[in-house]
């Protein structure tokens, strides 16, 4: 903005200042010390929104200055083309290949990436920002204000903390609050932001550097200055945002042509917002990636939603998009997305943020009254966190697909993560998961006794698979959980020696040589109730920021809050590398080939013991590092429930994958975007279907996501469970089920087994969400699968299969 832009605005805010009550005055002003230009205008632009919440004849005079400023912005800030960005004085080329060019514009914080191919601009920020005049606030009319404009030109922001007990407030500031230095290096260009004492005094040295695929932009985390970190009333930075309006849409061209396009969230299976959806009422996108951090624990129950799996967010306008992926720092990283109007601005766009310091709550003393927030201790842990953006072009002059932007991730696992090819054609197998026994509390002379309590033993696990062999399921992986002792006593289980409750090791032995089937016996070991040999809950249970001991509560449900008793204690990640080495090694002396590592798969920690710290990063590279020794030492393969993206490279199978989002309110729909990148890659299941409320729905959506069916199955009635931690399998004895489970194996094989080893090229839904059409190909050739849910049938290039004699049968729905 031009000088008496900021003269005004400084004039704005010693009216605004003086008509304030004292307590208002104090309040702002011990904020910020400094006095330039650029602080005062925020600090005008702060009080005015303050001001505009307040009662009385005020604001009517508050709206016309309100007006007066804006009207004065459009003059001053003319609509601009992405050529005319180009040509300005104050943009330079910082560097240049084959397929992109990088510019720079110092004056207005700005980063370029310029698509040759295409001819796609994709900036930083919002090229006009400043004279965009979208109604933001439908009630007053009213477009963007200053403090707005000045969030959505910044390049970089940062969060910081205050240490001061009194305090513990985080704090964000955008780095149009920062004075700037660019410096050109032979790959684009570095970026200091040099934040004011006031706002923690921090120094970031932001790469932005250009590729043979993108741009990737990233933070050496070595390099950040943090002036006052160990005093009592210092300052600590606890998230970093790179450019949250990189790629952001507005809802209209500068012509008044209206925008269409989406934007991709890691949500579940994957989720839809559309640019402009109207949503702008409800809480913005944001979620963690590979779920949440365990060793914190919730003073209430967390909200239940799908888990985010892959570090990918997309946008997509037309004919180009944007792929987003979180390549440094992934393990603390959040997905962000936020549409028109929401937080009162004008733009559509998806980013990330990273968590640099985790943080805690415990209440003082048991005085539930009394909550205090503690920090990360130290330096920051992770190395670098950095962001890669990838442009993609839509196919053949069309569109950019849902499935094209998978494909570029795909591509990024394939290059950079080692994934490869471990599916075979005309492969459509049924998954079942069975629960072999469990602690069930009983009374002996009148005393309580927790009872090992068989639930599918070895010997009925066989018999439920020849029932389902007698219906023709001829191809089934089986994943078979709690079958040593200590596993059935909740203890840390590596030890491949089944429990002779459920029939001994010969059983054993009979039943992982069942023809038809391959067994995967999983071990379950993020948790315990009790010590055992090697793994004390002293010495091996996770310790809190707070330096008490993680332990996983378990909440009520009507009330949310933690429940009265001792806990499962949280297993130190800095014994997992012991889990697996022992699993690995008592596998291969008793012959086993395959194996399961349960929660390992989706659940990532982190530990803040002096003696044994493991940050969610260090936890992260563990589990890889285990997972990939077992692949190499392993004859068979493994199968990993959930999978997050890291754990995918070495799976041989992944189960419970969902076909649902969480059904956030400014998300417009689902999508299997899960399923399209790993789709040909490796196999995989959704969700249990008996276990869903909707078994038909699940069932038609799983089959539009390539999905192979999974069902739970138990050998034992429901009424046995009762007061075991296997409740909730309420629904799953098999005798309801198998039926069912054939007649849907059977199903899917015709429609799904010719496609099993092919990716998926293209994804498509009917307004309505009804009917979808997935598109495989091998490269030579393209299948389409249109499944219709109104009519319950499948489509397969032509020829209709009927769906109704799957659905409705058996189990809760007969």
């Known amino acids: 903005m031009h000088n008496r832009n900021y003269k005004k605005a400084i004039v704005f805010a010693l009216v605004l200042t003086m008509l304030m009550p004292l307590g208002s005055v104090v309040a702002s002003s011990s904020d910020d010390s400094a006095s330039d230009e650029a602080v005062a205008a925020q600090a005008a632009d702060d009080n005015a929104e303050k001001s505009e919440d307040s009662e009385g004849g005020d604001d009517a005079e508050e709206d016309k200055e309100e007006k007066d400023d804006k009207k004065s912005d459009e003059e001053d800030a003319p609509l601009i083309t992405d050529a005319e960005a180009i040509a300005l004085e104050s943009c330079e080329l910082a560097a240049e290949n084959d397929k992109f060019a990088l510019y720079s514009d110092k004056d207005n914080e700005r980063i370029g990436l310029y698509v040759k191919e295409t001819g796609q601009y994709w900036w930083s920020s919002p090229i006009n920002t400043w004279s965009d005049q979208t109604i933001v606030d439908e ?97 600590v930075l606890t998230r970093i945002t790179f450019a949250p309006y990189f790629g952001a849409q507005a809802p209209t061209e500068i012509d008044g042509t209206p925008i269409n396009g989406y934007m991709i969230v890691p949500d579940g299976s994957g989720a839809v917002m559309e640019y402009n959806n109207g949503r702008s009422n409800y809480p913005d996108y944001e979620q963690v990636i590979y779920g949440r951090d365990y060793t914190p624990v919730p003073l209430s129950a967390p909200r239940v939603t799908q888990q985010a799996f892959m570090p990918v967010v997309s946008t997509v306008k037309g004919k180009n998009g944007l792929v987003i992926v979180a390549t440094d720092g992934d393990s603390y990283v959040t997905a962000n997305a936020v549409v028109t109007g929401q937080n009162k601005q004008a733009f559509n766009t998806a980013y990330f943020s990273f968590t640099v310091r985790s943080t805690d709550q415990f209440y003082m003393s048991g005085d539930s009254t009394n909550r205090l927030t503690v920090y990360e201790k130290g330096d920051i842990k992770t190395e670098k966190v950095g962001v890669h953006y990838y442009p993609v072009a839509g196919k053949d002059g069309a569109d950019v697909n849902y499935a094209d932007c998978a494909e570029v991730y795909r591509n990024y696992l394939i290059e950079n993560k080692g994934l490869e090819k471990k599916t075979e054609a005309n492969k459509s197998p049924l998954y079942v998961d069975l629960y072999g026994g469990v602690l069930k509390q009983t009374s002996i002379l009148g005393l309580p006794f927790d009872l090992k309590t068989e639930i599918t033993g070895f010997k009925q696990a066989s018999e439920i698979i020849e029932k389902l062999k007698d219906k023709n399921v001829d191809d089934m992986v089986v994943n078979y959980n709690d079958w040593t002792n200590k596993s059935i006593n909740k203890k840390i289980s590596t030890e491949a020696s089944a429990s002779g409750t459920l029939g001994g090791q010969d059983d054993f032995k009979d039943f992982l040589g069942t023809d038809g089937i391959t067994v995967y016996p999983s071990m379950n070991n993020n948790q315990m109730n009790s010590s055992s040999w090697g793994y004390m809950t002293l010495t091996s249970t996770a310790i809190r920021i707070s330096n008490a001991y993680s332990r996983q509560s378990k909440y009520s449900y009507a009330f949310g809050v933690a429940e009265v008793g001792v806990s499962p204690a949280l297993l130190s990640p800095s014994k997992y590398t012991q889990v697996f080495d022992e699993m690995v090694s008592s596998y291969k002396d008793e012959s086993i080939d395959n194996i399961g590592f349960g929660d390992f798969s989706y659940k990532l920690s982190s530990d803040f013991s002096t003696k044994s710290t493991s940050t969610r990063d260090k936890t992260m590279n563990t589990l890889i590092e285990g997972y990939e020794k077992a692949k190499k030492d392993i004859s068979g393969g493994i199968i990993a429930d959930s999978a997050n993206a890291y754990v995918l490279p070495y799976a041989d199978h992944v189960t419970n994958v969902p076909v649902y989002s969480s059904g956030f309110n400014v998300t417009d729909y689902d999508i299997p975007f899960y399923q399209m990148v790993v789709h040909g890659y490796v196999p995989y299941s959704g969700k249990p279907i008996n276990a869903s409320s909707n078994s038909d729905e699940m069932f038609m959506l799983s089959l539009a996501a390539g999905s192979n069916v999974h069902y739970d199955m138990i050998y034992e009635d429901a009424s046995v469970l009762q007061d075991t931690e296997y409740n909730d399998l309420y629904y799953a004895n098999y005798e309801g089920w198998v039926p069912h489970a054939a007649t849907e194996y059977e199903l899917t094989k015709q429609i799904l087994s010719g496609v099993s080893n092919m990716t998926i090229k293209k994804y498509t839904r009917s307004a309505d969400g009804s009917e979808l059409r997935t598109v495989y190909t091998d490269g030579s050739k393209d299948v389409e699968v249109a499944i219709n849910m109104k009519n319950a049938t499948a489509t397969v290039d032509g020829k209709t299969y009927d769906l109704s004699e799957a659905l409705s049968e058996g189990g809760l729905n007969g």
């Open 139 to 235: 009630a007053k009319g009213n477009t963007m204000k200053k403090a707005q404009r000045k969030q959505v030109s910044s390049s970089l922001v940062i969060s910081y903390a205050d240490l001061l007990q009194s305090k513990r407030n985080v704090t964000d500031v955008y780095s149009t609050n920062a004075s700037k230095s660019f410096k050109t290096t032979n790959k684009g260009v570095v970026v200091t932001y040099n934040f004011k004492k006031s706002s923690g005094g921090f120094k970031v040295p932001v790469h932005y550097e250009l590729d043979d695929k993108g741009l990737y932009v990233y933070v050496d985390t070595k390099d950040i200055d943090e002036p006052d970190t160990n005093s009592i009333d210092g300052k």
